[in-house]
Each structure stands twice: as structure tokens, then as C-alpha cells.
């Protein structure tokens, strides 16, 4: 018999060692269903991984897909360090887009429109993440529940405006009108899709490492997240690092629509995001809730992505290989992270 | 003439809101049972998702239904199972593992989906569960059309919701799930193991998933499609608190949000939709939320719900 037994500190290579190892088993649960699919595994893994890294132009491809992943994975990293169980990524990203669709579509210089754009779209995150936070703080309310349910609201809501009032009274299409020209992002790189938003993302990142890190209110929400009980006792307004935290997360999530509708789609639209809400629970997981590794594990998933179409178009296997890997990745992590706080030890057996 | 119209009219409404009520009945009485027994399973959507896939290709592969109905219920067990073993054995976070099992099953079902029936420009079709009228019952003015005209699925949904009350309120092992859903601890002390207990209670909760999954690829569209479920088993989560874990409640919840959601269709295609129909699709969610602020004065949620139980932590 084995059983789990706690273990009184963490050597410090698990950090780097446990998301490899995680990713390495799904890697190697996945190449079952590539042998499955009749395609070599080698071969399949080794198109994906071409795809998204093999020239410049498809490393700009899968930093484009990283750049809204990033930002949810530190929306969902924060919060839950916080363990304000913030589900709701993935209507916060929504309302992001929406408000910084609406933004873009005034007439206005460039850099101020990007600017509001960005303002507007972290706010109306915010202001959704605030909602179970509120509902928490206030009336004891599970935040896992209210947040999740919240996404359908706002995804009901996105879809009554552009089948509603943006809807393409042209072509009929539910669709948003574009928004203006001049408040598209900027493209860094001659060629590509590379726009402004994914510098962003990526300079996000280490700033959120520094807030919580280095900063007071990092501080709190690690101690709050850590034990409440210890931050109450500390002095620390529990309710209130709640409510920051909320704010925080739901403005990084925010912003990952902003960059969606600013940087690559230009309107918004009912697919704008492909869960990248819910992706953003796998990245927080693989970085282990911590902001610089996030950067990476968004990057991963992102080449996962870009990788599977590509994979799809030479060999054949089903390109929603992807939402299987990243589903998988996630299992496989959080079995990883188990070996954090325990080992395996035999039991029953002589001493 | 006018007054045959009418009745048709209703006949064909209640109808409607039966039809689609049972798989959110089926879905809301698996989560419930999972829940009552302290374990939140937000792996529904994916569940459902693999379970409709599973069921439809194995009806259609086989032409037998109720193959197709077996293993949808066997997929819905087997994911449960999985869901359990995260989080009751190894007691992992159950959100962040129920968004795991949903991530992964929706995957794997739309990557097996697309593996054995290829890109199709139309999605290929079965010929789904055809109503099945109960002789006297449905001759019953009204309610016998709507309630007695329907498919076995939907006869089981009815039959299920008093079996769940009774099984749960009145059955030793009923009793040993809503132990460990309060407390534990005491439920170890007694002697009723909690490990098992909620292995059982996650596994027939992804049974009734299952269920529910036939039924939308089965019955209602008789093809599966990549938004077969679209929600429906976040609208389950959002029922079982609104029916406060109680099988009748739920049951009733579901019924009150198939009406509403009949409603909603029904004003869409007469035209009369001033009112945008997302605003009705909205309405469960803001309901349950709202309802959860209420509530929480006098706390009605499984204690031990989101708990891990390990025995040797005291």
C-alpha cells in the first residue's frame, strides 16, 4: 500500500521541474491519441512544434495567441494567490472587448484611443470580477459558483449586442462595427501580426511579479491567500484585499479583450475568445500562480494552438488535439503539484 | 376553430417545456448528488459534451438506441469516476479540477467526433428516439399530449426525480452521502467510509450527466454538433443552488427554466421579441445569483462542499 504523507517544506527545483514533468506526461498521454489518429507521433509533435517556433513569422503567430493567455493566466494567477476563486476570466475578457469595441469606435487620435481603449476595457472588467468578489466579502456568497455563472451572463449580454444594436445591418452578420482605423494597435513588425498589445502582455508580466512580490498590497494578498486568519490578526483588512484583488484580476482579463479587439480582430464578434478565459486557469496552474511564469506557460499553450492546425493540415489528426493537451495539462499539473505538499510513501511494508 | 388552435397551441408549449427540461433535470440531478456528497463537479459541461458524442456514435455505429443510451451513461460513470479520483482520492481543488475534466472531455470528444466521422459538410444524422404514447394516459385532455406523448428518456427524467428523493431522503446509503456532504468527520467516526461514499455519489452523478447527454444527441437533435450542450450544464450548476440541493426543488427549477426558455423560442419565432431573447437565456444565471445572496443568510449549501476528507488530517 502507498499513502501520501505531508511534507515539511518543498525542495526548490520542484518549481521549475514539476511543470515539465507535467507537460512531458501529457505529451505522452496525448501521443496515444496521435498513433490513434494513424499519424506518427514523432512526426505530429514535430510539425506542431515547427509551426509555432520554426521561422520568425510563426513565432510572432503563437506570441499573438500567448498575448490574451498571459493576460488571463495573471488575472486567474492573482486572484487565486489572493483565493479569490475567480472563474470568470472568461467573462471578463468579454466585457473587456465590448467596452474597448465601443471606445475604438469613436473618432479619435490614435494613441488616446488605444489608451481609453485599454481604460475602458480594464474597467469593465473589473467591474465584473467585482461582482462575486462583493457577493463574497458581503453575503458569504461562493465565489467559484458566482464567478462561473457570470460568464454566461456577460456572453448572453455580448450576444444581444452585436445580434441587437451592432448587429451588420448589410450583410445581416452578428457582428460589431469595426472600430476606427486609427485605434487599431500598431503592428511591431514589418509582416507580421505582431501588434502592440503583445509588448504589453509581455511587460505585464514581470510588473505583476514586482506588485505581488514587492509591494504592500502584494504582501496582503499573499498573506490573505496564505491564512486570513494570520492577515486579520496582522491588521490586514481581509475584505478590502478581496475587493483589490477582484479589481486587479478582473482588469488584467480586461485587458486581454482589449488586445483581442485592438490587435487582431478589430470588431467583436461571438468567438472573439476560444476559452482563453478558461485557458487562463491552465496557464495560472502551469506557472504555479506565479506572474513571471506565466509568460512561458501562456507561450506553451500558444504554440500548442498554432502547432495543431498546422499538424491538422500534415498529417491528418484532428487539430482539437490542442483542447486536449490543454486539458490534460492542466490534470497532469495539478497531480504534480500534489508532490509539493506530499510524498509517496510506503506503507504496510517492514521496516 | 380558434379555440383547437389554442389548444394545440398549448399542447405543442408544454410539450416543448417538458422536452427540454429532461436533459437539465438528468444534468441537475447528477450534480446534485455530487454535491450533496461535498463534491462540486464543474467537469458537467465537458461530460455532457463526451457523453452526447459516445452515445451518438455508438448509436450510430450500432443502430441500436439504447446502446447508444448505455454508453453515453457508461462515458458520463467513467468521467465521474476520473473527477473523483482527483479530488475525493487525491483531494485535489475540485473547481480547478472540474475545469480540467470539462477542458479535457470536450476535447476528447470533438477530437474522436472528428476522427470517426470526418469533416462532413452536414453533420451526419440518426434516426433518434421516436415518441412513445402511454395507452389512457395520454388521452388525458392537454396534459396527456404534452406529458404522455414523449420519448422513454423523457419517462425516465419523470421517474428519476422521485427515485433521487427517495434514494437521497430515505435509503441508508442516501443517508451516508448527506453525512459526508456535512460532515466527515463525524460520517468517518460513524463508520461510513467517505472515500467510497463520494466515489459512488460523483459516479452516479456522471451516470444521470450521461444521461443527458444521450438525450440532446438522441432525441432532441438526433445529430451531434459542436455546441450540443452550449451551456447547458453551467444552467445545471446554477439550478442545483437555485433548487437549494433538493431533488424536487432542482427538478422544479429545471422545469421553470425550460418555460422560460419555451417562452423565449416561442416569442422569437412569432416575431414579437422586442425583447432581445438573450435576455431570457440570461435570466437562470442572474436568478441563481441573485438568489445565492438571499439565501446565504440561512446557509442551505453541503457544508463539507469544495472539502477534501483526508483522514489522517485532523
Known sequence: ?351 | MSAVFEQIFQVGFLAAIIRIATPLAFATLGEMFSERAGVLNLGIEGIMLLSAMTGFTAASLSGNLWLGVLAAVLTGMLMGALHALFTVALGLSQHVCGIGVTLFSSGLAYFLYRLIFGQQSVPPSIKGFQTLPIPILSDIPVLGPAVFNQFALVYMAIIAIPLAAFILYRTPWGLSVRMVGENPRAADSAGVSVIATRFQAVILGGALMGLAGAFLTMAQFNAFTFGVVSGRGWVAIALVVFGRWDPWRSAGAALLFAFVDALQLRMQASGLGHIPYEAFLMLPFIFTIVAMAVMSRNAVAPSALLKPFRREER
Not at chain 1, 18 to 35: E, Q
Not at chain 1, 176 to 202: C, K, M, Q, W, Y
Open chain 1, 1 to 351: 500500500m502507498f499513502r501520501l504523507e505531508a511534507r515539511t517544506s518543498t525542495p526548490a527545483w520542484f518549481n521549475l521541474a514539476l511543470p515539465i514533468i507535467a507537460i512531458g506526461a501529457t505529451l505522452v498521454i496525448c501521443s496515444g491519441l496521435i498513433a490513434l489518429a494513424g499519424a506518427g507521433v514523432l512526426e505530429a509533435y514535430g510539425v506542431m512544434l515547427s509551426a509555432s517556433f520554426g521561422d520568425s513569422y510563426a513565432i510572432t503567430e503563437t506570441l499573438v495567441r500567448a498575448a490574451p493567455m498571459i493576460f488571463t493566466g495573471l488575472a486567474v494567477a492573482v486572484a487565486f494567490r489572493a483565493k479569490f476563486w475567480n472563474i470568470g476570466a472568461e467573462g471578463q475578457l468579454l466585457a473587456g472587448a465590448v467596452a474597448s469595441c465601443f471606445v475604438g469606435a469613436i473618432p479619435m487620435p490614435g494613441a488616446l484611443a488605444i489608451l481609453l481603449m485599454a481604460l475602458a476595457g480594464a474597467a469593465a472588467g473589473a467591474a465584473v470580477a467585482l461582482v462575486p468578489a462583493t457577493l463574497r466579502v458581503k453575503f458569504k456568497v461562493d465565489d467559484v459558483v458566482s464567478s462561473l455563472l457570470l460568464n454566461s451572463v456577460i456572453y448572453y449580454a455580448l450576444m444581444a449586442l452585436i445580434e441587437g444594436p451592432w448587429k451588420d445591418s448589410f450583410s445581416g452578420y452578428p457582428i460589431s462595427p469595426p472600430i476606427e482605423d486609427s485605434a487599431n494597435f500598431p503592428v511591431l513588425l514589418e509582416g507580421t501580426r505582431l501588434h502592440l498589445g503583445v509588448i504589453a502582455a509581455l511587460i505585464t508580466a514581470p510588473l505583476i511579479g514586482f506588485l505581488i512580490v514587492r509591494t504592500t498590497l502584494g504582501f496582503r494578498i499573499r498573506v490573505t491567500g496564505e491564512s486570513p486568519e494570520a492577515a486579520r490578526y496582522g491588521g490586514i483588512n481581509v475584505e478590502r484585499v478581496l475587493l483589490s484583488t477582484a479589481l486587479l484580476s478582473g482588469a488584467l482579463a480586461g485587458l486581454a479583450g482589449v488586445g483581442e479587439v485592438g490587435g487582431v480582430h478589430f470588431q467583436v464578434m461571438s468567438d472573439i475568445s476560444p476559452g482563453y478565459g478558461y485557458s487562463g486557469i491552465v496557464v495560472a496552474m502551469l506557472a504555479r500562480l506565479n506572474p513571471l511564469g506565466v509568460v512561458p506557460a501562456a507561450i506553451f499553450l500558444a504554440a500548442v494552438m498554432t502547432g495543431a492546425e498546422a499538424m491538422s493540415r500534415a498529417t491528418g489528426v484532428p487539430a482539437f488535439l490542442s483542447d486536449v493537451i490543454q486539458g490534460t495539462a492542466l490534470l497532469a499539473m495539478l497531480v504534480a503539484l500534489l508532490f509539493t505538499a506530499y510524498r509517496i510513501r510506503r506503507v504496510g511494508a517492514p521496516a
